[in-house]
């Protein structure tokens, strides 16, 4: 539905855990950080989410996130951008949500390999959703999650 990822409006603040190389199919190394991230409405039905991180092991950097709902498809399109890959907009992740979960899956060529990555949202509590990122290098028959992020309201 148009209306999935309303409960993500507004100013968050966004606590990160995730592999400091998400590609490296053998990393150990986890990181945490936190950000600041705030989502808004756009052209009926999509929404536009940006990212500050001003402190991490990482650096600086911005992130950019585009949804747009499909309705004669019945699924979002969800597109990525970051500063620290700059001009890139990453292949779109495609699905919906079932429930208090949605899961979006894409091809997508990260250091020459071609990898099924997906996107999960859990919000059966609306008011702390959390965000994960998973990577398969085998057409989806194990996952290997490198990237989560749980969500708290601001102000």
Same mark, same amino acid.
Not at 12 to 32: M, N, Y
């Given at each position: 539905m148009?209306?999935d990822? *309303?409960?993500?409006?507004g100013? +968050?603040?966004?606590?990160?855990?995730?592999?400091?190389d %998400?590609s /490296?199919p053998?990393g150990?190394d986890?990181?945490?950080?936190?950000a600041? &991230?705030e989502?808004?409405p756009?052209?009926a $039905?999509g929404?536009?989410?940006?990212?500050h !991180? %001003? *402190?991490?092991?990482?650096? /600086?950097?911005e992130g950019? %996130?585009?949804?747009l709902?499909? #309705? *004669?498809?019945?699924? +979002?399109?969800?597109?990525?951008?970051s *500063?620290? /890959? #700059?001009g !890139?907009?990453?292949e #779109?992740v !495609?699905g919906?949500f079932v $429930?208090g979960r &949605?899961?979006f899956e894409?091809?997508?060529?990260?250091?020459?390999?071609d990898?099924? !990555?997906?996107?999960?949202?859990? %919000?059966a509590d /609306?008011s702390s #959703?959390? +965000?994960?990122?998973?990577?398969?290098?085998?057409?989806?028959a194990t +996952?290997?999650?490198?990237w989560?992020?749980?969500f708290?309201r601001? &102000?």
């Amino acid at each position: 539905m148009s209306t999935d990822f *309303d409960f993500l409006h507004g100013e +968050w603040t966004v606590h990160h855990r995730r592999l400091r190389d %998400t590609s /490296a199919p053998d990393g150990q190394d986890w990181i945490e950080f936190d950000a600041v &991230g705030e989502c808004f409405p756009v052209l009926a $039905g999509g929404n536009v989410d940006r990212l500050h !991180v %001003t *402190d991490s092991p990482l650096g /600086a950097f911005e992130g950019l %996130t585009l949804r747009l709902w499909s #309705p *004669d498809e019945g699924v +979002w399109r969800i597109w990525w951008s970051s *500063d620290r /890959a #700059p001009g !890139v907009l990453d292949e #779109p992740v !495609v699905g919906r949500f079932v $429930g208090g979960r &949605g899961v979006f899956e894409a091809t997508q060529r990260i250091h020459d390999e071609d990898v099924l !990555v997906r996107f999960e949202w859990l %919000t059966a509590d /609306a008011s702390s #959703p959390r +965000w994960r990122q998973s990577f398969s290098s085998d057409g989806g028959a194990t +996952w290997r999650l490198n990237w989560e992020m749980d969500f708290e309201r601001r &102000g």
